[in-house]
T-cell receptor
């Protein structure tokens, strides 16, 4: 069973719009929450990450919001561009060697 | 160019056959990983290795085997015991230990059954 639940499975957004992807977890031992971006036929690449003692982290057009009490975190893609069309995975670190991944969200940005 | 190289890009397996997927890294990372990716299921950990000559089972190790004889290499064998091997296989590496767990991924191998 997946320890990190991710939604939605897919979303379509117009160019310039905001994409929002949500993740939830139960294991309070998770101590690091990265997001990965994957283009078709490629491996995932680290996009942005947050620690649970921080409520928000922003890097360019990408922002993670983290709610420790609700055990939820989300990725916001502002001013979405066609080049952002990809599959996004949230993840949570159990220890130095194990990440639990969400099921992924396929984002399509229409020009 | 530093990175992770997976080969082949596409692989076909016949019934009852074992096949081996290659993964090589030149990032000088201690830890290496194998994941299986199926549509709608995210990435599931098959095996990981913290150091040379050591490896541990992940969540779905049945039907797979690995070796770690060199720091740079972590091949994965999909055995005939794996009844549903069709998937996209991803290799990753990280510094490991207290260096954290930022994992860097290869471009993947797509395995299909003939």
């Amino acid at each position: 069973q997946q320890q990190v639940k991710q939604s939605p499975q897919s979303l379509i957004v117009q160019k310039g719009g905001i994409s929002i992807i949500n993740c939830a977890y139960e294991n309070t031992a998770f101590d690091y929450f990265p997001w990965y971006q994957q283009f078709p036929g490629k491996g995932p690449a680290l996009l942005i990450a947050i620690r649970p003692d921080v409520s928000e982290k922003k890097e360019g057009r990408f922002t993670i919001s983290f709610n420790k009490s609700a055990k939820q975190f989300s990725l916001h893609i502002m001013d979405s561009q066609p080049g952002d069309s990809a599959t996004y995975f949230c993840a949570a670190r159990e220890n130095d060697y194990k990440l639990s991944f969400g099921a992924g969200t396929t984002v399509t940005v229409r020009a | 160019d530093g990175g992770i190289t997976q080969s082949p890009k596409y692989l076909f397996r016949k019934e009852g056959q074992n096949v081996t997927l290659s993964c090589e890294q030149n990032l000088n990372h201690d830890a290496m990983y194998w994941y299986r990716q199926d549509p709608g299921q995210g990435l599931r950990l098959i095996y990981y290795s913290q150091i040379v000559n050591d490896f541990q089972k992940g969540d779905i190790a049945e039907g797979y085997s690995v070796s770690r004889e060199k720091k740079e290499s972590f091949p994965l064998t999909v055995t005939s015991a794996q009844k549903n091997p069709t998937a996209f296989y991803l290799c990753a590496s990280s510094i490991g230990g207290t260096g954290g767990n930022i994992q860097y991924f290869g471009a993947g191998t797509r395995l299909s059954v003939l």
